[in-house]
């Protein structure tokens, strides 16, 4: 493999996950560390870390400058970016080709086209894939109430430069309509230094399925399965699974063909990930947006085909073709994913940061963190402890194996919301599969935490 | 080919009489690594993943021994540089008296030139890291022994 040094952009359990892809192809990894992180996991198994700048992520991980001196001090030849800070910024991944390193995703023009949530519809569209009922970009109140009369209530005022579940908005009824727009505008343009808004149709029944795609730059091109992320709390995954168990076949497998036609059409290259609204009323399928990166539950996808989505990203990104054909990729039982987090849900779900006094997982079952006995949980940044990641034959087996984990999973010192998980897994709805990204927002009141 | 152990040390031998700062050479299998910049890393690991002593960066100075001392750490993580262009003097040598606003050097990061400042007033006692090297954030630069002024 052409790459042989990768600066790891990044921290928490992921930067752990890419090391551990880098010694399985061969690679050497230098780990960016904040003054916070320097005793961290990932920076224990790097070859070596580089202290990037103080806690804060601007003046550290979202330093673009920092990063890239790092990454040429230490002559790294590639930088891997994981999900969140630089993941999907453009300038970055520009600056990373002028200056001779390789950035370990597609190109900035791609990800700056894909980022912009009001452009990659109007791509979407252009290959035929199926995008929710909305406008094009609102140009103010007026132009919104128009707009949200052709949509029809309620609708979702969303940010174009949005992603990730942020900047989204719920409007039930014209009244609300121009607050809502005049916050949103001046909350986009202050969070995404961009205030463009558009209207989407809210599907009531919505499933939240995505689409795992790879593809190199000859021309490859494969999908790995589909992804159930409708566990949803304010628009932020809690449990995802695969594959996609509960949405008609004939539905995933238009969902897949869209997804690799998409994928083909805007000539991507490495991983990436085509998120679908499924209306379960209607039985439809729509397009939402392509995240350009690798994402938190590639998992449950690595769990079900067997293979290492990262190492396969290292490879793609250094020149190599996939080293699967679409025949080759095969899908084997169920597996499911919970987001453990430095959360208290009896208290609103407030982070909880601090010192983990016992750090206690499960036995046989795959957990990605960066968490152990002692780790102090800084208060700098997200806050999730871990990935639970369970395998079973079937979806009955792995949310049996699940719930299990969960039983024998300890962890103490500070809050978490293993609870919860416990909760939600537990509950006769999930087992059934009945439930749409609101279920949580709706059987929250159910929830007591135990003593 | 297989590469014997005198092989190996015929090719550094070459490389120290040669102006190559950086060589990668593989043959079957064996995989040499040569680096006079300083900045080389260890070869990746093929074990399992296990928890290891912490890793202790390359290219960091040694704290001062010394408690009087007062450390001046690098702003940001660049290039050092101990003179304002090459060839010209350095901004202080040790020994030299300097006010808590001296600039003591310069922290280049993507061409970006920061100044660093002496942040106590005193004798430059110790330059602990020479010109043109890497710095991390945070790294000691130098040290001075405070003096009032």
């Known amino acids: 493999m052409s790459i042989r040094r990768v600066l790891v952009a990044n921290r928490g359990e992921i930067a752990v996950r890419i090391v551990r892809a880098c010694r399985a192809v061969g690679a050497e990894s230098v780990v960016a560390v904040s003054a916070a992180d320097t005793d961290s996991l990932a920076a224990r198994h790097a070859n070596r870390t580089v202290r990037i700048g103080p806690a804060t992520s601007s003046d550290s991980y979202l330093n673009q400058d920092a990063v890239l001196a790092a990454a040429l001090g230490t002559g790294a030849d590639a930088i891997h970016p994981g999900y969140g800070f630089l993941a999907e910024n453009p300038e970055f991944a520009e600056a990373c080709e002028r200056n001779g390193l390789t950035f370990v995703g597609p190109s900035g023009d791609t990800v700056r086209t894909m980022g912009n949530k009001l452009a990659a519809r109007e791509v979407a569209q252009r290959y035929g894939v199926p995008v929710v009922p909305g406008s094009g970009h609102i140009t103010g109140y007026q132009d919104a109430v128009t707009a949200a009369e052709d949509v029809g209530y309620p609708v979702l005022v969303k940010a174009a430069a949005g992603g990730g579940g942020r900047g989204i908005r719920m409007v039930s009824g014209p009244d609300e309509l121009r607050s809502t727009v005049e916050h949103a505008s001046a909350e986009a343009a202050a969070a995404f230094g961009d205030g463009t808004l558009y209207l989407e149709r809210h599907v009531a029944t919505a499933r939240h399925i995505e689409v795992q795609v790879m593809a190199d730059r000859h021309g490859g091109v494969v999908h790995l399965g589909e992804r159930d992320c409708s566990m949803q709390r304010r628009f932020q995954k809690i449990v995802e699974e695969a594959p996609a168990s509960l949405v008609p076949e004939p539905v995933r497998t238009a969902m897949r063909e869209s997804a690799v036609a998409l994928t083909n059409g805007i000539g991507y290259e490495n991983a990436g990930t085509i998120e679908f609204i499924y209306d379960a009323d209607r039985d439809e399928y729509y397009f939402l947006e392509m995240n350009t990166r690798i994402q938190v539950e590639h998992p449950v996808t690595e769990a079900i085909t067997g293979l290492d989505l990262v190492a396969m990203q290292l490879k793609v990104a250094s020149g190599e073709p996939l080293p699967v054909a679409q025949d080759d990729v095969t899908f084997t039982g169920h597996a499911i994913e919970c987001r453990i987090t430095a959360e208290s849900p009896e208290h609103g779900f407030r982070p909880a940061p601090g010192h983990i006094t016992a750090w206690r997982p499960p036995d046989g079952c795959r957990i990605d963190t960066h968490c152990f006995d002692g780790y102090l949980v800084p208060p700098f940044y997200d806050s999730l402890l871990a990935k639970l990641v369970v395998h079973g034959s079937d979806r009955a087996q792995a949310t049996e194996r699940t719930r299990q984990a969960l039983r024998e999973f300890s962890v103490t010192g500070i809050d978490t919301n293993l609870d919860f998980l416990a909760f939600l897994t537990g509950h006769p709805d999930f087992l059934a599969g009945r439930f749409s990204t609101r279920w949580v927002e709706h059987n929250l009141d159910a929830f007591s935490p135990s003593p | ?149």
């Open chain 2, 1 to 149: 080919m297989e590469l014997t152990h005198d092989d190996v040390l015929t090719i550094l031998d070459l490389l120290d009489h040669s102006n190559v700062e950086y060589l990668e050479l593989e043959v079957d299998g064996t995989r040499i690594v040569a680096d006079r910049s300083g900045t080389a890393v260890p070869p990746a690991e093929s074990a399992v993943l296990a928890p290891q002593p912490v890793a202790v960066p390359a290219v960091r100075a040694p704290e001062p021994n010394d408690p009087d001392l007062v450390t001046v750490p690098a702003p940001v993580v660049g290039v050092f540089y101990r003179a304002p262009e090459p060839g010209a003097p350095p901004f202080v040598q040790v020994g030299d008296a300097v006010a808590d606003d001296t600039t003591v050097g310069l922290v280049e990061v993507m061409k970006m030139f920061n100044g660093v400042t002496a942040g106590v007033s005193g004798r430059v006692a110790e330059i602990l890291v020479e010109n043109d090297a890497f710095v991390e954030f945070g790294q000691p630069l130098l040290t001075i022994r405070p003096e009032p002024e």
